[in-house]
């Protein structure tokens, strides 16, 4: 495999081939432990993201492969003016691998374009986040064993977040799925969506603009942070702002195996007093991630265990 | 109004009414030397109204951004003063040099010489998204 863009450039069963793989390595770590001896891995992070880039890091020195890179885009060459596909050639002859985060979307596609080697989009913008959307269908897949037939509920900032809408995207696919949309009219999912994804496909759906109202019904609860910046006016942010914490109270009615995601950082939108609620999934989905992204490494080396 | 036959060359016939301008100034055919005839608002029973271009030269002409321009357009290509070919035009899957990026936040808005390149995603609504950020063109 040449380049992961987008969640959807991987079919269901590639999916399903990469969360049965890294549920196999968090089983049995010390079959992979020297998977990728000799594999080196570049992180080119353009604009600073201090967890997915360890995230990277840590799976590749769990594989046994090293790592170079830098973590922001003053340590790169791009700060003399070099263009991005003249970074990625020089690059391209050093390692055996690319995970690149860039501001600017679309980025890793003009990386992929100039790399012989398999690349890897960490974050392009606020567009893509590919390995974020594995985390969360890893963590999906091992709190409730199926990505099939479940209710998830996206509460938040749905408009913007690249993260529901990779999820969407990816969980759409699976059969039986239903979708419950938290959000403020400001903050709603995009309509250009709700027709591509799920309109187009019969899939269920619905929007309202509290959590209690649905609460005992989801199986899966995804949150998002509301941030201010997003409102017209401070009166909107703050009539709104409490609508969508999550907190102890608003969880007693929902079901006892509820998995509750978050993608971090969280500022304010989950009480801490639900940390220690055994349905916060948010810090598990953190370490998923860096499972996802070993078995990613692992298929996108062609290195098979 | 008579306009006279072309030997050879082409003829692009079908255009949309009032699009013939356009067409005339993406193809760059103000550049050439040869005979070019814009004829605007010609009466078409297919269409009511249409435009013609006839060029008076063997010119190599991108097909693919004709026809995202205008996928009803007819190309005659004239040898001898006869049709030698008649293609009719759809939408291409890929445009690329025409149409710009507005997204400011794309990549196309900073990489040097980089080429905006469109691919078509919704052939009945005639969508075009950017390949690298995947923006609507408009």
């Not at chain 1, 997915?52 to 890179?69: C, I, P, Q, Y």
């Not at chain 1, 050093?94 to 960490?122: F, Q, W």
């Not at chain 1, 799925?177 to 269920?204: C, H, N, Q, T, W």
Request: proline fraction near 4%; glycine fraction near 6%.
């Amino acid at each position: 495999m040449k380049k992961l863009m987008n969640i959807t450039d991987l079919t269901v069963e590639e999916i399903d081939e990469l969360l049965a793989v890294a549920q196999d390595i968090i089983a049995n770590p010390e079959k992979y432990q020297d998977a990728c001896r000799h594999k080196l891995l570049a992180t080119l992070f353009f604009e600073p993201s201090t967890r997915t880039r360890l995230s990277f890091e840590s799976a590749m020195h769990r594989l046994g492969g090293s790592v170079v890179g830098f973590s922001d885009s003053n340590s790169s060459s791009s700060s003399k003016g070099e263009s991005l596909a003249d970074t990625i050639e020089v690059v391209g002859g050093y390692v055996d691998i690319i995970a690149m985060r860039h501001p600017k979307e679309g980025a890793p596609v003009v990386a992929a374009r100039h790399a012989d080697i398999p690349v890897i989009n960490a974050g392009d913008g606020s567009h893509n986040h590919p390995t974020q959307t594995l985390a969360d269908l890893l963590t999906i897949l091992r709190t409730k064993k199926r990505l099939n037939n479940l209710t998830i509920g996206m509460c938040g900032d749905l408009k913007f977040g690249r993260t529901v809408h990779s999820l969407v995207a990816a969980m759409a696919r699976y059969t039986g799925i239903k979708f419950v949309f938290i959000a403020p009219d400001e903050l709603k999912f995009p309509r250009y969506i709700i027709e591509g994804e799920l309109e187009s496909r019969g899939i269920e759906y619905k929007e309202v603009s509290t959590m209690e109202e649905v609460m005992p019904e989801l199986d899966v609860l995804y949150m998002t942070r509301v941030q201010q910046e997003r409102f017209f006016n401070e009166a909107d942010y703050l009539r709104l702002r409490d609508t969508y914490i999550l907190t102890p109270d608003k969880l007693v009615p929902a079901k006892e195996d509820l998995t509750i995601m978050h993608p971090l950082p969280r500022i304010n939108e989950i009480s801490v007093a639900v940390d220690d609620d055994p349905r916060a999934c948010y810090f598990a989905q953190t370490k998923n991630g860096m499972y996802a992204r070993m078995a990613l490494i692992l298929k996108m080396l062609e290195v098979n265990v | 109004m008579i306009i006279g036959q072309i030997k050879d060359g082409i003829v692009l016939d079908h255009i949309t009414a009032g699009n013939a301008m356009n067409i005339y100034d993406v193809l760059g055919l103000g550049k050439l030397d040869c005979t070019v005839a814009l004829i605007k608002n010609a009466d078409s029973s297919k269409m009511g109204k249409k435009d013609i271009i006839k060029i008076g030269t063997d010119l190599n002409i991108d097909f693919d951004v004709l026809g995202y321009l205008d996928p009803g357009i007819t190309v005659n290509i004239i040898k001898d003063g006869v049709v030698a070919e008649r293609k009719k035009l759809t939408l291409p899957e890929r445009v690329v040099g025409v149409i710009k990026c507005k997204n400011p936040r794309c990549i196309t808005s900073c990489e040097r010489e980089i080429r905006h390149e469109f691919m078509l995603t919704d052939p009945e609504k005639k969508i075009y998204r950017c390949i690298y950020c995947e923006q609507q063109a408009k």
